[in-house]
């Protein structure tokens, strides 16, 4: 069971950072001006949602032994 909490997390937050990153870079190829709000906005999206990809792909690497 925490094996598929563990997939469900990390496959949200690399949604959720492909999301912030298709955005911010998709608006800068195109021209179009984020506010400044936005942009940090999507940057503490991203900051917030590192350590959670972090956490879960080494705790699928190594899982946890219980003796």
């Known amino acids: 069971m925490e094996s598929k909490k563990?997939?469900?997390?990390?496959?949200?937050?690399?949604?959720?950072?492909?999301?912030?990153?298709?955005?911010?870079?998709?608006?800068?190829?195109?021209g179009i001006e984020l506010s400044d709000m936005t942009i940090r906005v999507l940057g503490i999206v991203d900051l917030l949602t590192l350590p959670v990809l972090a956490f879960t792909t080494w705790r699928m690497l190594f899982p946890h032994r219980r003796h």
């Open 6 to 30: 563990l997939l469900l997390l990390r496959s949200l937050s690399l949604l959720i950072i492909g999301i912030t990153t298709v955005i911010l870079f998709g608006s800068r190829l195109i």
